[in-house]
């Protein structure tokens, strides 16, 4: 395992749980507010800009990132549950509560996405299943309409997970409408989703599936997939951060002493094979798709921090990779002052999308600024202040 001591010039991460509030607050009013958009100048619709500076034309031509806008969604519900518990809205009285723009947010990407929540990818699927699932047990909590969409959302999803989840390759859940590969990015997050909503019957053979076929037995952490490929199977053994986040959360929903005890191993896993070197610092994973990955694993290391049944040990290690690597973003931030004045076009808060880079060099002014990205670091301050 790496060492816990941090290299120079690494922040000591804040223990202050209000200051962690106020810092997601932060990322959510710049990320809202800048990338935030109406679909068409409709009143009532909420999309996310897939980088800016951008215009209206290109939410429509440009390119289509549905499972962005389904972390968007997850995003908005972490604040809003931070709003549940402070009976303060994260961006003022006079604008709208994070779960109210969650909520118009799924119903704009059913609009974009041609009137219809389903499409090519499952794993797209599997993350705004997911996220809506979420939303509907914020709705339950706050009493707040939108629960008949978002079980109308998760009945039509899981229809579809139920149609790619088959025993070819002994099992796993295809990636796509191709069905020629069966991987851990669409089959970790629909077995979280069943085990989420009670199909524990169906996630635990998943789970299974991926500890038999795609877990690496020396390193511990799960390779991306099974191809078929010339008529016969290929390993695609690449190894990425997120990955790791959805099956660790399977294995936590599951309980039981195999699931939680592959849970402790993944941690340690994760500690000793996707740090920065020396650190309790995630690795990055880039731009575009990437700029997500390292925020999703946050997310249920976030819940492995949590959860009374680990032992201690993985419990604060978990913490340690939460809060460290936050706090790598945070203190690598730039902030833009035209945004500040007044501009819509850029972001208040740039986040780098490395967290040993600052943003100052992976986005300096004037540079395209991705979504993926400032979600990522949203994601990871969410995560630190729900410890």
């Not at 962690?20 to 800048?34: G, L, M």
């Not at 997850?74 to 909520?103: H, Q």
């Not at 079980?151 to 997970?161: C, G, R």
């Not at 798709?289 to 997310?299: A, K, P, Q, V, Y």
């Amino acid at each position: 395992m790496s060492s816990q001591i941090e290299p120079a010039g690494t922040p000591a991460p804040s223990t202050d749980a209000a200051e962690w509030a106020a810092r997601a607050n932060q990322a959510a009013r710049s990320v809202t507010r800048s990338f935030g958009r109406r679909l068409l100048f409709l009143p009532g619709t909420h999309l996310g800009a897939v980088s800016l500076p951008g215009n209206a034309r290109k939410s429509l031509t440009g390119p289509w990132h549905y499972w962005w806008q389904a972390h968007y969604v997850d995003c908005l519900v972490d604040a809003g549950r931070r709003e549940l518990a402070t009976k303060t809205k994260f961006d003022g009285d006079s604008r709208p509560s994070a779960g109210r723009l969650a909520s118009r947010l799924v119903t704009t990407i059913r609009l974009r996405n041609l009137f219809r929540f389903v499409n090519d990818y499952y794993d797209d699927m599997a993350w705004l299943a997911l996220a809506t699932h979420r939303l509907e047990k914020l709705a339950e909590e706050t009493k707040k309409p939108g629960r008949r969409r978002n079980a109308y959302v998760q009945k039509s999803l899981t229809l579809q997970f139920d149609s790619a989840s088959t025993d070819h390759l002994g099992g796993g859940t295809f990636w796509s409408t191709k069905r020629d590969f069966k991987n851990t990015p669409a089959t970790a997050p629909v077995s979280l989703y069943y085990a989420r909503t009670g199909h524990t019957e169906r996630a635990q053979g998943l789970v299974n599936w991926l500890n038999t076929k795609l877990l690496h037995p020396e390193r511990g952490i799960y390779q991306d997939g099974l191809r078929i490929k010339d008529g016969g199977i290929e390993l695609d053994a690449a190894i990425y951060t997120y990955n790791q986040g959805p099956v660790l959360g399977a294995l936590l929903a599951l309980g039981g002493d195999e699931n939680l005890g592959r849970a402790v191993n993944l941690v340690d896993a994760v500690q000793r094979e996707l740090t920065l070197h020396g650190t309790h610092v995630l690795r990055g994973d880039g731009t575009g798709d990437g700029g997500l990955f390292t925020g999703i694993l946050l997310r249920y290391l976030a819940l492995a921090a949590r959860d009374t049944r680990l032992p201690d040990a993985s419990r604060d290690t978990a913490k340690q990779l939460v809060q460290n690597t936050a706090e790598a973003f945070w203190a690598g931030r730039r902030v833009d002052p035209d945004a500040v004045s007044g501009r819509k076009d850029t972001p208040a808060i740039v986040f780098s999308f490395a967290p040993q880079r600052p943003a100052s060099e992976t986005y300096p002014p004037g540079a395209a600024v991705e979504l993926s990205t400032q979600l990522q670091a949203w994601m990871a301050l969410e995560a630190a202040a729900t410890l």
